[in-house]
């Protein structure tokens, strides 16, 4: 995530917790019983299943585990909790039965662009129908169903240890340009305040060879705070230290070895574009350029005037620049998408020749 600490010194992040965007884990945490029998929750800390309205302690988000039906949660080894009896739930009527249906029809194929008509025809329903009743059990649309478990499976396959590239197609996103569009509101945004030089902050790194060079990458538990390129490791490792003067900074490849892998994949055009966290303190004006670079999809290049634009401040083309030199984070914070619009390659914090090579690798991909 990003934090913007200027002038107030408060963490701000663009959303809000993942209690709220996670429609399943909030029909959890509100025992919303219209979920019973939608989907099933097991808890992975006690290896128990157990309904939405389960009148149970509620699990923390990391420990759960999404089903759509009981037998799969059976079959992957969870018990039947004894209070809330998810294995007595039958659909109230036959219009949750329908909805019920659609949601395994979603769920069957998530690598699938959905034909909303078509699922709605399979169970002798409307379109506008379909919508009304996931609108009216469910509280969010068919789409956002379908987003949700898509986040939901993506969460599992990480913390199943997948690597980050299969999971994402685990999760069935199309894309991954898709999930980095989502990512900036879903994954890795746990509040917290980065102070300044890094006090208190526990800073693991690593240094990898990659075809654009030594490659230092170092993070926090929440996300990547630097990504820097050179041509030895030893000023790296000084570069990092003098960013974080206050920071406990350690060499650690295990810790990295996940992160390593999936950038050095992606450099070495063997696997798209990873799907990373980021952990970076910024300005407010630094924090809205780098979430709009964010959202640049790999391929695509645009101009500073055309960033500016895009975050409310035509004619700030020259501020942006400066927001993307200043970046510490190269690749995941893709400010190598950015360009002249007179043409030509640029500048590029970590040399031309690097960004030529980015630009060239996204573009063939
Ligand atoms: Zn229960």
């Given at each position: 995530m990003l934090?913007?600490?200027?002038?107030?010194?408060?963490a701000?992040s663009?959303t809000?917790?993942?209690?709220?965007?996670?429609?399943?884990?909030?029909?959890l945490?509100?025992?919303?019983?219209?979920?019973?029998?939608i989907?099933?929750y097991?808890v992975?800390?006690?290896?128990?299943?157990c309904?939405?309205?389960?009148p149970?302690?509620k699990?923390?988000p990391?420990?759960?585990r999404?089903?759509?039906?009981?037998?799969?949660?059976?079959?992957?080894g969870y018990?039947?909790?004894?209070?809330?009896?998810?294995e007595?739930?039958?659909?109230?009527?036959?219009?949750?039965?329908?909805?019920i249906?659609?949601?395994?029809?979603?769920?069957?194929?998530?690598?699938?662009?959905?034909?909303?008509?078509e699922?709605?025809?399979?169970?002798?329903?409307?379109?506008?129908?379909?919508?009304d009743?996931f609108q009216?059990i469910?509280n969010?649309?068919?789409?956002?169903f379908?987003?949700?478990?898509?986040?939901?499976?993506?969460?599992?396959?990480l913390?199943?240890?997948e690597?980050?590239t299969d999971?994402?197609y685990?999760?069935?996103y199309?894309?991954?340009s898709?999930v980095?569009e989502?990512?900036g509101?879903?994954?890795?945004m746990t509040?917290?305040?980065?102070?300044?030089?890094?006090?208190?902050?526990?800073?693991s790194?690593?240094v990898?060879?990659?075809?654009?060079?030594?490659?230092?990458?170092?993070?926090?538990?929440r996300?990547?705070c630097?990504?820097l390129?050179?041509?030895?490791?030893?000023?790296?490792?000084?570069?990092?230290?003098?960013?974080?003067?206050?920071?406990?900074?350690v060499?650690?490849?295990g810790?990295?070895?996940?992160?390593?892998?999936?950038?050095?994949?992606?450099?070495?055009?063997?696997?798209?574009?990873?799907l990373?966290p980021?952990?970076?303190?910024?300005?407010?004006?630094?924090?809205?350029?780098?979430e709009?670079?964010r959202?640049?999809?790999?391929?695509?290049?645009?101009?500073?005037?055309e960033l500016?634009?895009?975050?409310g401040?035509?004619?700030?083309a020259?501020?942006?620049g400066?927001?993307c030199a200043?970046?510490q984070?190269?690749?995941?914070?893709?400010?190598?998408?950015v360009?002249?619009?007179?043409?030509g390659?640029?500048?590029?914090?970590?040399?031309?020749e690097?960004?030529?090579y980015?630009?060239?690798?996204?573009?063939?991909?």
């Amino acid at each position: 995530m990003l934090r913007v600490i200027e002038k107030t010194g408060h963490a701000m992040s663009e959303t809000s917790d993942q209690t709220i965007t996670d429609p399943f884990y909030r029909a959890l945490l509100e025992r919303d019983g219209r979920y019973d029998g939608i989907v099933y929750y097991g808890v992975t800390t006690t290896g128990i299943v157990c309904r939405a309205s389960c009148p149970a302690r509620k699990p923390r988000p990391e420990n759960t585990r999404l089903f759509l039906d009981l037998e799969a949660a059976l079959s992957a080894g969870y018990r039947p909790c004894k209070r809330c009896r998810p294995e007595g739930i039958a659909p109230a009527d036959e219009t949750v039965g329908k909805v019920i249906a659609a949601c395994r029809t979603i769920a069957a194929d998530l690598h699938a662009r959905p034909d909303w008509s078509e699922v709605a025809a399979s169970i002798s329903l409307s379109e506008r129908r379909l919508r009304d009743l996931f609108q009216e059990i469910l509280n969010i649309s068919p789409g956002q169903f379908a987003a949700a478990l898509r986040h939901a499976r993506l969460k599992e396959a990480l913390a199943d240890g997948e690597r980050v590239t299969d999971a994402i197609y685990t999760a069935g996103y199309g894309s991954p340009s898709r999930v980095y569009e989502s990512a900036g509101k879903r994954l890795g945004m746990t509040p917290g305040a980065f102070q300044k030089g890094g006090a208190g902050e526990a800073i693991s790194f690593a240094v990898a060879d990659t075809p654009v060079g030594q490659m230092l990458v170092a993070g926090t538990e929440r996300g990547i705070c630097a990504l820097l390129f050179g041509e030895a490791a030893g000023p790296l490792r000084d570069r990092l230290k003098a960013d974080f003067p206050a920071a406990k900074i350690v060499s650690d490849d295990g810790r990295m070895a996940d992160w390593c892998r999936a950038l050095k994949d992606y450099l070495e055009g063997a696997a798209h574009w990873p799907l990373l966290p980021v952990d970076v303190r910024a300005t407010a004006f630094q924090a809205k350029v780098w979430e709009a670079l964010r959202k640049i999809p790999a391929g695509q290049t645009v101009s500073y005037a055309e960033l500016a634009k895009r975050i409310g401040k035509p004619g700030a083309a020259r501020a942006v620049g400066t927001a993307c030199a200043n970046n510490q984070a190269a690749l995941v914070i893709p400010c190598h998408r950015v360009v002249p619009k007179a043409g030509g390659i640029g500048g590029y914090r970590w040399s031309p020749e690097r960004k030529r090579y980015l630009i060239d690798l996204e573009t063939e991909a």
